[in-house]
């Protein structure tokens, strides 16, 4: 048994500098030379300089791990996907029109516009190399670019989850032609706005990197500087605006702060009774989020793993705002509503299942109905642990994870090719190799994380890339292949 400590990653897509050849395309290629071992899998870095932002440390930190990764196909596939981001995602970096306020915009696969989420999550694979650092060429100046520009987009339209670059670019705003005919309240431009899906996790995924950032750096003065704390008001305010219910008490149906109908064939593209969705009873303390983090429709609103996240971000975003000391007020509320969330979700987000286990449901709608299943995009029931919110000790949790990893989830997939968590946005048939990855974050038997491992490294088709997802009788079937969203976390384990 070899001890090796392995990062593992989802990778990402990026644009292209000029002269270099597009990733899309390149990323479907297979590149000499081959990984040496039984996949022969792919070189998939972009030549060094149609990289899109170099950090010697992520560079070296690839090379010192040559020794430690003894399986040359799972080297290859973390040598190709770890530094994806960088490599292919950083399309743009700069500052604000005549401020020294840092941007950074970063893009999600195949497509130029930035998520709240994938974003946040895209510089979490870089998070163990994060310390203070003023220099503009720094992982730190990465970090600060990406929260002052998730500030500006959360201050002009908080229900939405997905950006168009920053005019200080001059990049043209991407077409998004599936939301041509969308239509939304409140109304956004669509030169800040490339999509405008209300989901709670959107804003969680704000304070997630916000507190990253904070806890590698304890910068307290960054998040003082310019429109942050604002935009923490903003978030405030936004989230609990959606605690309302669907009827007054009167009988009267209140009016929903976000209403969202798209013209569509997919159900999970659009939202039922004329944009509002399905009816939610107030009263849980939980904050209604319209889509997933799949950005496929909730069924119901009041869906847990969103709350689960934003209390358990509220709860640390409230330090920072103690730190700076200028609105101990807001540090309250804060605070205050990450318990409240919390309880809420203790009280009516655990169901019995029939057989008499406990478990965390996956959406409520606070009368009495429950959507039991989990999706592989994060955050997810099976993530909970990942991103904080309980420990993967707690036993209420072991009990989902055992549900969501069985055919009693409604989105596992399993075949021969691969098994996992998949979920309505590619459809039955089809595991995300993410939930592969979120399974191992989440154990520690060397066992069960050496399956995963094999079963990652063995359905890249031989790009030795991640993909989105994968027809679990056939790898040559897969969606995007090189799926973005996230993770990077050390992962100690012991392999052959
Ligand atoms: C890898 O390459 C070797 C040598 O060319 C070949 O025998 C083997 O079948 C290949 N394996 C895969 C999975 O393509
Ligand atoms: C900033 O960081 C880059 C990359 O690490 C380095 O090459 C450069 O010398 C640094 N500049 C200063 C002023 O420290
Ligand atoms: C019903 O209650 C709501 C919320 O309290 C109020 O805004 C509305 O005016 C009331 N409508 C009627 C008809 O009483
Ligand atoms: C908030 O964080 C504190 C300190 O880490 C912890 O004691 C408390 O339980 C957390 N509260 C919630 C609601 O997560």
Not at 102 to 129: C, H, K, P
Not at 464 to 485: K, M
Request: aromatic fraction near 10%.
């Amino acid at each position: 048994m070899i001890s090796a400590t392995l990062f593992i990653i989802l990778a990402s897509l990026g644009g292209s500098l000029a002269q270099c050849p597009d990733y899309s395309t390149y990323s479907q290629q297979v590149h000499p030379p081959l990984s040496a071992g039984k996949y022969n899998l792919s070189s998939m870095r972009p030549a060094s300089g149609c990289r899109t932002f170099v950090l010697p440390e992520v560079d070296h930190l690839i090379r010192s791990y040559k020794s430690k990764i003894s399986d040359p196909d799972l080297y290859r596939l973390f040598q190709n996907s770890f530094p994806n981001t960088l490599d292919t995602a950083i399309k743009w970096k700069g500052t604000a029109q005549g401020s020294d306020e840092e941007l950074t915009f970063v893009i999600t696969g195949d497509i130029d516009a930035m998520w709240l989420r994938d974003s946040a999550n895209q510089m979490q694979s870089y998070l163990s190399l994060l310390k203070p650092s003023a220099n503009s060429s720094s992982l730190a100046s990465l970090y600060r670019g990406v929260i002052n520009l998730q500030s500006r987009y959360v201050l002009t339209d908080p229900f939405c989850n997905s950006f168009q670059a920053p005019a200080e670019s001059g990049i043209p705003p991407a077409t998004n032609g599936a939301a041509t005919n969308d239509n939304v309240t409140p109304p956004y431009s669509s030169t800040s706005v490339f999509e405008c899906k209300y989901e709670l996790d959107s804003l969680a995924a704000f304070l997630e990197v916000s507190t990253n950032y904070y806890t590698a750096t304890k910068d307290t003065a960054f998040f003082g500087k310019y429109q942050w704390l604002q935009a923490v008001r903003t978030v405030l305010q936004t989230a609990t605006s959606m605690q309302i219910g669907t009827y007054a008490d009167n009988g009267t149906v209140n009016t929903s702060p976000y209403t969202f109908q798209r013209l569509t064939t997919a159900g999970t593209e659009t939202l039922s009774n004329g944009g509002i969705g399905n009816p939610v009873s107030p009263g849980t303390g939980l904050v209604r989020s319209a889509f997933r983090p799949s950005d496929d429709a909730a069924i119901y609103q009041l869906f847990i793993p969103a709350n689960m996240m934003f209390s358990r971000y509220l709860n640390s975003t409230a330090t920072i705002v103690r730190s700076l000391g200028t609105d101990d007020a807001l540090a309250s509320q804060l605070s205050a509503l990450s318990t409240s969330i919390r309880s809420g979700i203790e009280k009516y987000g655990i169901i019995t299942t029939a057989s008499g286990t406990q478990i965390y449901a996956y959406e409520i709608d606070g009368f009495a109905s429950v959507n039991v299943m989990d999706d592989a995009n994060i955050p997810s029931l099976l993530a909970a642990p990942v991103y904080g919110y309980l420990d993967a000790s707690d036993p209420i949790y072991q009990n989902t994870r055992k549900l969501v990893l069985s055919t009693s989830n409604p989105y596992w997939m399993h075949g021969p090719a691969i098994s996992a968590v998949g979920g309505p946005h590619e459809g039955p048939g089809y595991a995300w190799p993410m939930a592969s990855i979120v399974r191992i974050l989440t154990s520690s038997d060397d066992a069960e994380i050496t399956a995963e491992l094999k079963q990652l490294v063995s359905s890249t088709s031989g790009l030795g890339l991640i993909h989105e997802s994968i027809n679990t009788f056939n790898s040559g079937d897969w969606t995007r292949q090189w799926y973005v969203d996230f993770c990077s976390r050390r992962v100690d384990l012991a392999i052959d």
